[in-house]
């Protein structure tokens, strides 16, 4: 529940609030609440929008999950694909992308300006098994690069997952992260 709200806008919600009630508290000569009003409520708002400034949304899905994926992922999925899915569904702060530290672990991406960024993400099923795809804006990283990196990528997500990559239509790469059931 406390992933999916925005602390940022959080912070200026009720910081706002408390300056006006500290500001209205002021013209009405009321010292108390004055004081309430202005100690909590500006640090709050000014945290707000120092947060809302740093904010990094989360990802969406780009199509529903169906219940019989939900059963799967509840027999299938492996911890390092629940971390990940929670992890790119919730807002972050301080990080320029989402699975950015993944990305140049991995080599794909020199600098912020060329790394991929991920755009969507989907669950599915592929031959029997439960398969989270994420999928990648990749105009400066060509699919040839992402194949060569497969190999390390399946050893980096950890025992438990294979790892496949295609290139969608246009500039969009999928990383398909299935579930193994050996």
């Known amino acids: 529940m406390l992933r999916q709200i ?4 959080l912070g200026i919600t009720i ?9 209205a508290a002021y013209a009405a000569d009321n010292a108390t609440l004055n004081l ?3 100690f909590y409520g500006i640090p709050l708002l000014l945290g707000g929008l120092a947060l809302k400034a740093n904010e990094l949304k989360p990802v969406s899905f780009s199509q529903p999950t169906t219940p019989e994926v939900l059963a799967l992922r509840q027999q299938q999925a492996t ?5 990940i899915r ?23 991406g020199s600098t912020d300006n060329d790394r991929p960024v991920i755009t969507g993400f989907r669950e599915t ?9 994420l999928e990648f804006e990749s105009p400066l990283i060509r699919i040839d ?7 390390k990528m399946t050893s980096y997500f950890g025992p438990g997952v294979e790892v496949k990559v295609t290139q969608a239509p246009s500039d969009i790469i999928e990383l398909a992260l299935i579930a193994n059931q050996k």
């Open 79 to 83: 911890s390092t694909q629940n971390k």
């Open 125 to 133: 099923e592929i031959n029997g098994a439960y398969t989270l795809i």
């Open 15 to 23: 910081g706002g609030i408390l300056t006006i009630i500290g500001i």
């Open 145 to 151: 690069v992402w194949q060569q990196k497969q190999e």
């Open 6 to 9: 925005s602390l940022g806008t």
């Open 36 to 38: 309430a009003g202005f």
């Open 86 to 108: 929670q992890d790119i569904t919730r807002y972050r702060y301080g990080q320029d992308a989402h699975l950015d530290t993944t990305l140049s672990f991995l080599g794909i």
